[in-house]
């Protein structure tokens, strides 16, 4: 079992920054591929970003392609989200997840663990 705690989410201003975290328990962290998720009002959950176990690898949504930035610390059990040049459409409740699948994966159903959720929120 891997439970899941985002932080960092809340307000900013377009064109502003934030930094999520994603803090996991157990040991086996390392062996996890990561993802970021997002799901906006009245809208369905969406591929945000993805990361293979090593950091070597990640894959972006063409959304947040140049803006978005992911990386992980396995030492501290630890995955972020660097999000630079926010818009008004990346508001959304940001989600981290984490799958025994290996390899690169942009589809919900192969995660297995999710996180809470933190709210991001990006206004004039």
């Known amino acids: 079992q891997v439970q899941l705690v985002e932080s960092g989410g809340g307000w900013v201003r377009t064109g502003g920054s934030l930094r999520l975290s994603c803090t996991a328990s157990g040991r086996t962290f390392s062996t996890y591929t990561m993802g970021w998720f997002r799901q906006a009002p009245g809208k369905e959950r969406e591929f945000v970003v993805t990361i293979s176990w090593s950091g070597s690898g990640t894959y972006y949504a063409d959304s947040v392609k140049g803006r978005f930035t992911i990386s992980r610390d396995n030492a501290k059990n630890t995955v972020y989200l660097q999000m630079n040049s926010l818009r008004p459409e990346d508001t959304a409740v940001y989600y981290c997840?984490?799958?025994?699948?290996?390899?690169?994966?942009?589809?919900?159903?192969?995660?297995?663990?999710w996180g809470q959720g933190t709210q991001v929120t990006v206004s004039s």
């Open positions: 997840a984490a799958g025994l699948a290996t390899g690169l994966r942009i589809d919900l159903s192969e995660y297995d663990y």
